[in-house]
């Protein structure tokens, strides 16, 4: 059974710093490349960062490039997403998942998502 489980989200104050994790189960995690997205309420999900299946490449969102970075542990089959100078406009339930086809920020492309994690960034 494929399981991605999110982790990490928390209420917080603008400018400081948040790591969420997503731990993977099920198959051959360093298969798969991986995404985080994020979903504000009454919006659209939207792409946020991906990372290739070895981890050497990644692309991001111009809304958080520059501020997050996402990376991944193969042995732990766990990726990650560090979130420095949060703003208020960062706030939504956090998701992740992999996909087969590398660094695409299409969600129709991913195929499993975690159940999400919320982080709230207040001014």
């Known amino acids: 059974q494929v399981q991605l489980v999110e982790s990490g989200g928390e209420l917080v104050q603008a400018g400081v710093s948040l790591r969420l994790s997503c731990a993977a189960s099920g198959r051959t995690f360093m298969r798969y490349a991986m995404g985080w997205f994020r979903q504000a309420p009454g919006k659209e999900r939207e792409f946020v960062a991906g990372?290739?299946?070895?981890?050497?490449?990644?692309n991001y969102a111009d809304s958080v490039k520059g501020r997050f970075t996402i990376s991944r542990d193969n042995a732990k089959n766990t990726v990650y997403l560090q979130m420095n100078s949060l703003k208020p406009e960062d706030t939504a339930v956090y998701y992740c998942?992999?996909?087969?086809?590398?660094?695409?920020?299409?969600?129709?492309?991913?195929?499993?998502w975690g159940q999400g994690t919320q982080v709230t960034v207040s001014s």
């Open positions: 998942a992999d996909n087969l086809m590398g660094l695409v920020s299409d969600t129709h492309l991913y195929n499993y």
């Open positions: 990372i290739s299946r070895s981890g050497d490449s990644t």
